[in-house]
């Protein structure tokens, strides 16, 4: 459980990037033979590419980095549960394991709301593991919405402000 603490920390400095950017702190780190060979955070907005994702992003470098699509052997640890998009990616690049700090209802395909890692009817399934340092990546997303939702609202007074 250290080791995992200790990827799950790396993929929270990931999330920081996200989020001292004004994105979504979504992160991930890819391991293999323990160590990191890959990192992502979310850049939606700043690349405004619907495919900047912090685990397609990581995927991206970690196939680079060993010359090969295939990342058998790797762990992903990610901050939010991967949505469709990502968790098929997962499959697709053979990923063995994704760490997971917290879950996402609204999103998520690694239990919430489908599990697209471990379908038997894949031809591979990933190891999902959940709930690693997960009052920090939970706490982490929360302080980013409320920030956002006390701009929003003030730019709404602002605006209204502006019009009287």
């Not at 200790?6 to 990931?14: D, F, G, L």
């Not at 090969?68 to 968790?87: A, H």
Request: glycine residues 8%; aromatic residues 6%; positive net charge.
């Amino acid at each position: 459980m250290a080791d995992q603490e200790y990827y799950m920390k790396e993929a929270i400095k990931q999330a920081k990037k996200a989020f001292s950017i004004g994105e979504v702190p979504i992160g991930c780190v890819i391991v293999k033979e323990d160590k990191i060979i890959a990192r992502g955070y979310n850049r939606r907005t700043a690349d405004k590419n619907t495919l900047a994702h912090a685990e397609l992003q990581a995927i991206k470098k970690a196939s680079k980095k060993l010359g090969d699509w295939r990342l058998e052997g790797c762990t992903m640890y990610v901050t939010l549960e991967p949505c469709q998009m990502c968790s098929g990616a997962l499959v697709q690049a053979r990923m063995s394991e994704v760490v997971i700090g917290c879950m996402n209802p609204k999103a998520g395909c690694a239990g919430s709301i489908l599990n697209l890692l471990e379908m038997p009817e894949f031809n591979h399934q990933v190891k999902v593991t959940r709930g690693v340092m997960e009052e920090e990546c939970s706490k982490l997303l929360k302080d980013f919405f409320k920030g956002l939702r006390s701009r929003l609202k003030e730019e709404k007074k602002e605006k209204a402000a502006g019009k009287l």
